[in-house]
Nanobody, 124 residues
């Protein structure tokens, strides 16, 4: 059974930083792309970042480019999201997603596994 467990969310002031972690279990983590999405109240789930199986290819949503960095450590079965320069509009529940192929994917329906989410709140 595949499990994704996020951690690292919390409350931070605007301009601050947080690092989210997602630990995976239940399958060969290093064979699949991974992603981060977020969902604010009343809004659709939004693409944040994605990374290929090796970590060699990454992509970001327009609203976070230049501020967020996705990375992975296949030895630890963990994917990270470093968030710098946080803004109040970054406030959302952040979800880790497990892909169904080795490549990089940016759409919700390309992912087959989801974590429970971690709340990130940015105060102004």
């Amino acid at each position: 059974q595949v499990q994704l467990v996020e951690s690292g969310g919390g409350l931070v002031q605007a301009g601050g930083s947080l690092r989210l972690s997602c630990e995976a279990s239940g399958r060969t983590f290093s064979s699949y792309g991974m992603g981060w999405f977020r969902q604010a109240p009343g809004k659709e789930r939004e693409f944040v970042a994605a990374i290929s199986w090796s970590g060699g290819v990454t992509d970001y949503g327009d609203s976070v480019k230049g501020r967020f960095t996705i990375s992975r450590d296949n030895a630890k079965n963990t994917v990270y999201l470093q968030m710098n320069g946080l803004k109040p509009e970054d406030t959302a529940v952040y979800y880790c997603a497990g892909g169904l192929s080795p490549g990089l994917r940016v759409r919700v329906w390309d992912y087959g596994y989801w974590g429970q989410g971690t709340q990130v709140t940015v105060s102004s």
